[in-house]
């Protein structure tokens, strides 16, 4: 993929600020998929901030403001605490930072299940808030009127079923989801119905793999997998996992990077400069003329 913006300065009422590139969209995100194959998979991964979705962008289909953001940033012990307020602000600050990936934001923990009605103002607050294009809520099944009654009134949604973490206290941990048949059965039945509310996309946590490829295959929709098969419509890792910013990470994680040494020695390296007052030298500091 290229990672050049184009400058594109026209404006038009579709297009009032001119913008360096044309962002991917749902529909593109949506149809990358056709009759069950999905030719380049979808790359997403998480972004918090304006600064990390700089970096990531070129890279990414999608970014997710995820609600892993409790965990990431905010040192929370679960997802539940997250609230609007958190979603709106990092939200705003990814789609900030980004010119081509769609930005996707998490629905926290209690601010779309009581009802549809309740899911649109929720929904439609998010991305009136933080321009973001679509929002991803967890639960199958349970949840599909309110996914079509979203998506009938303009808001994309992406599902998300298997290890569903908003519901921890319900399965008991972060265990693999799929292992017996009724498990299994459910998880299909929950990604079926999403597709059928109109979900443009699924994402597929933490499910023992041959589920994972059964799901893809049921569905037409694109699967995003994390924990779940290479065989999945595509991948998504919470960015700082990926990149080594924690010790222990789950098994489904790969760390392509050791970012947390990197900082830690790096910290060091100015505290011990402060100390021995090495730092600041003679190229950091203002003379008189
Ligand atoms: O909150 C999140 O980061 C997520 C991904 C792990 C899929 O939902």
Redesign the pocket.
Known sequence: MSTTFKLDTSTSRANPTPQPMRRLTVPKIRNRKVDGVTEEPLV?L?AYTARQAQLLDPHCDLL?V????GQVIYGLPS?IPVTMEMMTNHAAAVVRGSYHSVVVV?MPFGSYETSPEDAFDSAARLLKESGAAAV?L?GGEAMAETVEFLVKRGIPVMG?VGLT?QAVNVLGGYGARGRSDAEAEKILGDAKALEQAGAFAI?V?GVIEPIAISVTMAVECPT?G?GASARCDGQ???SDDMLGMFDRVPRFVKRYEDLATTISETAAKYAAEVRDRSFPGPDQLYQPK
Do not use: A
């Open positions: 997403m998480t997710l995820g609600d892993s953001l997802t998490d991803k967890e998300h973490p994402v946590e995003i994390i998504v890792l919470v």
